[in-house]
């Protein structure tokens, strides 16, 4: 199993920057593709980013792009994600997740989930 808890989540203004921590323990998640996943109220879950197990591939969302930034510290088992430039759209529950897989790739399915921070944006 795979155990992951995010931090950093809150209330931001409009162009503000949050940066979401996801500490990942259990099985070798150090191996494992990784990502973040947001839901809106009302809303179906959405894509942010994903990223591979050495980090050196990483996929954005369009809606993102440009603005969030996805990393990994593989040593401490810590996926990130720095959002610049917040809109109140990017208004939502962020849950950190993780696939069986070492790869990402557009499309994949995450495996495993956290139980995740809550990020609003306003004026």
């Known amino acids: 199993q795979v155990q992951l808890v995010e931090s950093g989540g809150g209330l931001v203004q409009i162009g503000g920057s949050l940066r979401l921590s996801c500490a990942a323990s259990?099985?070798?998640?150090?191996?494992?593709?990784m990502g973040w996943v947001r839901q809106a109220s009302g809303k179906e879950r959405e894509f942010v980013a994903g990223?591979?197990?050495?980090?050196?591939?990483?996929y954005y969302a369009d809606s993102v792009k440009g603005r969030f930034t996805i990393s990994r510290d593989t040593a401490n088992n810590t996926v990130y994600l720095q959002m610049n430039s917040l809109k109140p759209e990017d208004t939502a529950v962020y849950y950190c997740?993780?696939?069986?897989?070492?790869?990402?790739?557009?499309?994949?399915?995450?495996?495993?989930w956290g139980q995740g921070t809550q990020v609003t944006v306003s004026s």
């Open positions: 997740a993780a696939r069986k897989g070492s790869y990402y790739y557009p499309g994949a399915e995450f495996d495993f």
């Open positions: 259990g099985r070798t998640v150090s191996s494992s593709a």
């Open positions: 990223i591979g197990w050495s980090g050196g591939s990483r």
